[in-house]
């Protein structure tokens, strides 16, 4: 689903459970998507240009949030990409390199203070046409919320969920929490860096390594600058957000990977409740603080740096 591997951990064998999970995961997915014709979100993008579109309350929150955070002063994160990410094909078939001035043409169509919301009626206008929102680096964080607040309420103490990176945890027992493996970038899918130890935490890894494609040496990856129109370059391959809620972990790791790990350090300082782990290419491991987690380094090739 969403285009990731899924796994839930239960402690308990139940089917229904589980099932009930799942679905959801899917029901969530249909309301978010952009890869299929029918979503709320898609209807939004249809209307771009034309008229205000009225959405469910909690895809209305959703957006609020989204456009919030895209209009930062200086963020990365910008969910007004649709253009982009559409034109770059990052992770599907079809993928290749923008001449510059089709890049130039389409940043004038991912203006996040070209979106009106309205709190009355709950819609969203996109006032050009051709401009179209993509919640991808949003959508996982809040799914990963929702199950988390199913499986309390179905009396479940104890689970873990990843959604393709986006790792949300419920725990009750003070002695014991999850491991969460750090991956190493660009290796096998069990190579990991160092575990992360946290409980009652979500655990969001965003990174240049999951989805991309090589063209004349160069690597693409799927998190685009929206400054430039090319994927974000930097000396970071992978940020880790550690926080109480997922969302916030999906929207960090895409925020943090634009400012670049000395930037973000200072920007954290004054946010205790978000903590990161930075993964560098000369192989550095920084972390903000620990205060909501622990993290044991296994590869000694890798340095491991306080923030
Ligand atoms: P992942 O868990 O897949 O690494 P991210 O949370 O990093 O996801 O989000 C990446 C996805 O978000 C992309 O596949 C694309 O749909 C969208 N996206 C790409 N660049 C940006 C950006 N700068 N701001 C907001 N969304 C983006
Ligand atoms: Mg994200």
Not at 80 to 108: D, T
Not at 181 to 208: C, M, Y
Request: hydrophobic share 40%; glycine share 8%.
């Amino acid at each position: 689903m969403m285009g990731s591997p899924i796994v839930l951990k239960l402690f308990e064998h139940d089917e229904t459970l589980a099932r009930g999970v799942f679905r959801l995961i899917k029901q969530q997915e249909n309301r978010l998507t952009v890869n299929r014709p029918d979503s709320e979100v898609m209807a939004i993008n249809h209307a771009a240009g034309r008229h205000p579109v009225a959405v469910s309350p909690p895809v209305y929150q959703l957006i609020k949030r989204a456009h919030a955070v895209s209009l930062l002063p200086g963020s990365a994160f910008n969910f007004a990409i649709g253009p982009l990410v559409k034109r770059w094909k990052i992770g599907f078939q079809g993928n290749s390199v923008p001449p510059k001035a089709e890049l130039e043409a389409l940043l004038a169509l991912t203006r996040p203070d070209g979106i009106s919301l309205d709190d009355d009626t709950h819609s969203v206008f996109l006032h050009q046409p051709g401009m179209e929102i993509d919640l991808g680096a949003i959508a996982k964080g809040w799914i990963a919320d929702a199950v988390r607040d199913y499986l309390r309420q179905q009396q479940v103490d104890d689970a873990l969920i990843n959604l393709g990176g986006n790792v949300q945890t419920l725990g009750h027992r003070t002695e014991r929490c999850w491991d969460i493996g750090l991956k190493q970038p660009f290796a096998g899918e069990d190579a990991l860096i160092g575990v992360i130890e946290a409980i009652n935490r979500s655990v969001v890894t965003s990174g240049v390594y999951e989805r991309y494609f090589e063209l004349d040496g160069r690597c693409y990856h799927h998190i685009l600058d929206p400054r430039s129109g090319y994927p974000l370059d930097n000396e970071l391959l992978s940020v880790t957000v550690v926080s109480r809620e997922s969302i916030d972990g999906d929207i960090y790791t895409t925020l943090l990977y634009g400012m670049g790990v000395e930037k973000s350090l200072i920007y954290l300082a004054d946010i205790p409740q978000i903590e990161a782990i930075f993964v560098t290419r000369d192989r550095r491991v920084i972390c903000s603080s620990q205060r909501q987690f622990s993290f044991r380094l296994l590869d000694n090739s890798y340095r491991l740096e306080r923030g």
